[in-house]
């Protein structure tokens, strides 16, 4: 959620930035309600505030023998009693009203950001290792999944549909290792706290990281009104909703890993094939929170951190910087790391790392002070994939295929696999 008072200060503005994202906001319909919120507010005030005095004077008037007065002044005092509750209704009902528009309008992306609206016009940042060299062309990992027997496609479509896979044997060995080793990586090498968040969460946590209620479309919903967590920032980011944090113990840095459920995978029949874009799916995300100031140095170190499982397992892969209108609904500044992919031929996105600044942490109110006594401040959140397991898994069966058909496996994962080599 944006700042109430830049969208009072400053609407031009805010408008000009929102629209390098390509994104069109209700900018105009929040100003018209938020204008007729105050004025209602401030007369509603002036009722309570009369009523008040009004009241006050009765006694006195009682006490000098004025009864007339006195009864006058209590039919004043009424007449302004039965207005107040109208009024207070009115007002709820047009702050609600601007908050609903308020949840539509996007992040503005920050000074720095490129622009551009497309993928072509992402910026590339740097590159790591190089592209592994074959004798003949390299299998794409849905055909070694199947000479392996790492996944039953088949078989993941008969018990869950479209878009659900099932990994069996050294699979579902490899896949399990690869979360665990992630975990470890980031908890006992890189720093992060390890926190197991439900699968499950309450609509207002979507609420507050810009889930909802723009792309409830996307979403798992229960019966009972509980939304599957589509990545571990919603169940993470709102361990701290409606707190306000001590100063002096950020940065707070949080890994978790959890299975994700989207609805949209798969859209338009886009990159539906094997691992690249399924409805379930297990990631390791990584989670900051820290002072305004610190936000862009802890972007940089996210992605840093985000980097290194790949340099850890020797994958080459490339950093780009998102354009404005590629950055998407919620974040100011944001990197992707592209995996590369050598069966499939191109790069594939494994980690998007974002800085939101204060965009989620005024909608799930989560302050902090820096020190005793102090005005509360809206902490600056950041989160970045540590990262996503199947394009990981398809990585590296395509980068570490052998001419015999099998698959080597990196050695910071031998000990998680309990096997050097698939065959």
């Known amino acids: 959620m944006i700042d109430r008072q830049l969208l009072r200060k400053d609407p031009e503005g805010l408008k000009k930035a929102i629209a390098r994202k390509g994104i069109e906001a209700p900018i105009d ?34 006490g000098q023998g004025k009864k007339d007065e006195a009864e006058q002044a209590k039919a004043q005092a009424k007449e302004f009693k039965d207005r107040i509750p109208a009024l207070e209704s009115k007002a709820r009902e047009l702050e609600e009203q601007l908050e609903n528009y308020e949840l539509e309008i996007p992040n503005p992306p920050h000074e720095s ?4 609206m497309t993928p072509e016009e992402n910026v590339d940042v740097r590159t790591w290792g190089e592209k592994p060299n074959f004798a003949e062309a390299p299998k794409p990992h849905w055909e070694l999944c199947e000479s392996l027997k790492l996944v039953d496609f088949d078989r993941g479509v008969k018990i869950s549909g479209s878009g659900f896979i099932l990994y069996t044997g050294w699979g579902a060995r490899l896949q399990r290792a690869l979360f665990n080793f992630m975990a470890d990586h980031q908890t006992l090498t890189r720093g992060y706290k390890e926190v197991y968040p439900p699968y499950l969460v309450l609509r207002e946590c979507l609420v507050g990281t810009g889930n909802l209620p723009k792309f409830e479309e996307d979403l798992y919903k229960t019966t009972d009104g509980l939304y599957l967590v589509p990545t571990a920032e919603v169940p ?37 094939r094997g691992l690249l874009r399924i409805h379930e799916f297990d990631k390791v995300e990584l989670v900051k929170f820290c002072k305004p100031e610190d936000s862009y140095k802890e972007l940089e170190q996210l992605v840093v951190d985000a980097e290194s499982v790949l340099q850890t397992l020797g994958l080459h892969y490339r950093i780009i910087e998102l354009c404005a209108g590629d950055m998407g609904f919620k974040g100011t500044k944001a990197y992707d790391l592209e ?79 309990k096997a050097t080599e698939l065959r």
Request: hydrophobic share 40%; glycine share 8%; aromatic share 8%.
């Open 29 to 62: 319909d929040a100003l018209r309600v938020d204008e007729e919120w105050r004025k209602l507010k401030t007369e509603l005030d002036e009722a309570n505030a009369e009523s008040n005095r009004i009241s006050k004077t009765i006694g006195q008037l009682m």
């Open 113 to 116: 950001v490129p622009d551009g």
């Open 236 to 272: 993470v980011t709102n361990i701290y909703r409606d707190e306000i944090l001590n100063g002096e113990d950020l940065t707070i840095n949080l890994a978790a890993f959890t299975g994700c459920f989207r609805k949209e995978a798969g859209a338009a029949g886009k990159d539906t």
């Open 339 to 417: 995996v590369w992919s050598p069966g499939v031929g191109r790069y594939l996105e494994i980690s998007s790392c974002t800085n939101f600044e204060a965009f989620q942490a005024r909608r799930a109110n989560i302050r902090f002070r820096r020190a005793a006594g102090d005005k509360p401040e809206y902490v600056h959140i950041l989160n970045g994939s540590g990262l996503a397991c199947p394009r990981l898994f398809a990585a590296i069966l395509e980068t570490f295929q052998q001419p015999d058909g099998s698959v080597k496996i990196p050695e910071a994962l031998q000990p998680y696999v």
